[in-house]
């Protein structure tokens, strides 16, 4: 047996649930996790991959998959195919009008007025294929501007206070409670030379609540409801929120609790069944 060989699992469920489920995952055993549009593929070494940690797995996604079992498909994947595998699944792309989207092992020259942002997709942290991930981003293209304080709750792979970065955001703070995450995060920012994003293992709690021009949050709709009050400390009177990771069923629930609570509602947009909000502080 090839020592170095890696087990691909697709799991044939809601994407979505990785903003709840990845440490969980990496708990577990996982070496990588590869997010498309309608499923996600888990990677286990070889050696690693048992029948008790398929049940273990199982059991896990019995108990978030709402809308049926979870359906596995297994495949072998030699060490060799391990990096040609994140080439094959991530090839650049475009997002918005003029936001590009690498991997680490392409060099794209950008066009007039257009911003590469590059990831090493090794744990696929929103690496931006998915629809929210899309929605903030583009959203962010549009209201950015230089010298904006920037929050990023959730961070994941930094892809959001990268962008901001770029774009002359300063400062910009980005937390996420996954120490993976984190090192991702870290990653991404010297691979585009971003030194002015702090990118901390935290949760909001742990954040000093200093007012932030614009919060964006893609996170997942329990942990959004959970956070509509304590979010208006990091926000100025005149400061905006992005909300992202939510079913346009939750739309409803998402806008009570945040109306509550003294948001306002300025735009939505919508992908497939997804959405994200644009919110100001009402407080002002």
Known sequence: MDQNAWVKIRVNANPNLLEVLSPVFFELGCQGINELSDHFQLFFEQKDWTSDKKQQLLAILETYVVDGPAELKVEDVPSEDWTENWKKNFKPFRLGDKILIQ????NLVPGEGETVITIAPKMAFGTGHHETTK??????????????SVLDAGTGSAILAIYAAIKGANPVMAFDNDPLAIE??????????????KAVCAELKDIKAEPYDLIVANINRN???????????????????ILSGLLVTDREDILGKYRTQGWELLK???MGEWMALLLKNSDA
């Open 103 to 106: 991997p680490d092992w392409e």
């Open 135 to 148: 929605l903030i981003l583009q959203m962010l293209e549009k209201v950015v501007h230089p010298g904006m």
């Open 223 to 241: 942990v959004l409801l959970d956070l509509a009050g304590p979010l208006k400390a990091y926000s100025k009177k005149t400061g905006w929120l």
């Open 184 to 197: 991702n995060a870290l990653e991404n920012c010297t691979l585009n030379n971003v030194t002015h994003v």
């Open 268 to 270: 939505e947009e919508m």
